[in-house]
């Protein structure tokens, strides 16, 4: 296991188990998600599901016809509601919003060129792409290439209150299947910022944590949870989840 650990004002390298580690105390604020932080899932070319799957809070699909968006009713819970462009949504639950819509895709965008634009990032090219089994503390974490999760990968807040994590990823992110991303410490999954550049896969009966900003495709695999926020600009593909913010 890699435990990476950084500090804008003080780096201490430690030997812990054998591993190299450097203690940090990181300073971002979190990503601005604007009139999208009412979304739990949110794209612009449709959702589609395998039923049965759960969405905690309100999902929507715009400039693309609600047609394109597949949960039944019954899948999204809690407070939730069902947005369109039109009254091609499913019924009866579907709500007619295009304004709203609008608005709330642009602020997703926004979110995901201010995750992109932070610069003086903490580490950079962490495993050559490769970060199961790390531990990442809070900061700002940078890839060139695409990122993998093919173990367990731990977020550790060391105790700080709202502790924040932007990962910005050119490559794709792909996280293996059974495998967690797995918090510690006080770390909140609505303080993890995910930008990837290509597409993003969670694989089956994973457990993800974060907010996703994904410049194109979303595909949670079967029986996956995720505990965040699914922004894509193009569609997001659900197979019997459970994805709550």
């Known amino acids: 296991m890699n435990i990476i650990k950084n500090?804008?004002?003080?780096?201490?390298?430690?030997?812990?188990?054998?591993?190299?580690?450097?203690?940090?105390?990181?300073?971002?604020?979190?990503?601005?998600?604007?009139?999208?932080?009412?979304?739990?899932?949110?794209?612009?070319?449709?959702?589609?599901?395998?039923?049965?799957?759960?969405?905690?809070?309100?999902?929507?699909?715009?400039?693309?016809?609600?047609?394109?968006?597949?949960?039944?009713?019954?899948?999204?819970?809690g407070d939730g509601k069902v947005?369109?462009?039109?009254?091609?949504?499913?019924?009866?639950?579907?709500?007619?919003d295009p304004?709203?819509?609008?608005?709330?895709?642009?602020?997703?965008?926004?979110?995901?060129?201010?995750?992109?634009?932070?610069?003086?990032?903490?580490?950079?090219?962490?495993?050559?792409?490769?970060?199961?089994?790390?531990?990442?503390?809070?900061?700002?974490?940078?890839?060139?290439?695409?990122?993998?999760i093919s173990t367990d990968l731990t977020l550790d807040a060391g105790g700080v209150d709202d502790a924040v994590w932007i990962f910005q990823i050119a490559g794709d992110l792909l996280q293996a299947s059974s495998r967690s991303v797995i918090l510690a410490r006080g770390a909140k999954a609505e303080n993890i910022f995910w930008q990837v550049a290509g597409g993003v896969t969670i694989g089956t009966g994973a457990s993800f944590q974060g907010v996703i900003l994904s410049k194109t495709l979303i595909a949670v695999n079967t029986n996956a949870s995720v505990k965040g926020r699914l922004f894509a600009q193009t569609a997001v593909t659900l197979q019997k989840n459970t994805v709550t913010p």
């Open 7 to 77: 500090s804008k004002k003080i780096l201490l390298p430690l030997l812990i188990g054998g591993l190299f580690a450097t203690n940090v105390m990181a300073d971002q604020h979190p990503v601005n998600l604007g009139s999208a932080s009412n979304f739990t899932i949110l794209t612009k070319t449709g959702i589609t599901d395998v039923y049965p799957s759960v969405v905690t809070g309100s999902v929507g699909t715009s400039p693309i016809t609600g047609a394109a968006l597949l949960l039944e009713c019954n899948e999204v819970v």
């Open 83 to 96: 947005f369109t462009v039109d009254a091609a949504g499913p019924l009866p639950c579907a709500v007619t």
């Open 99 to 148: 304004s709203g819509l609008t608005g709330a895709i642009g602020a997703m965008e926004d979110a995901y060129r201010d995750a992109a634009g932070r610069t003086n990032p903490d580490t950079t090219e962490i495993g050559a792409g490769e970060i199961g089994g790390s531990t990442f503390a809070p900061g700002l974490h940078k890839w060139s290439s695409t990122v993998s």
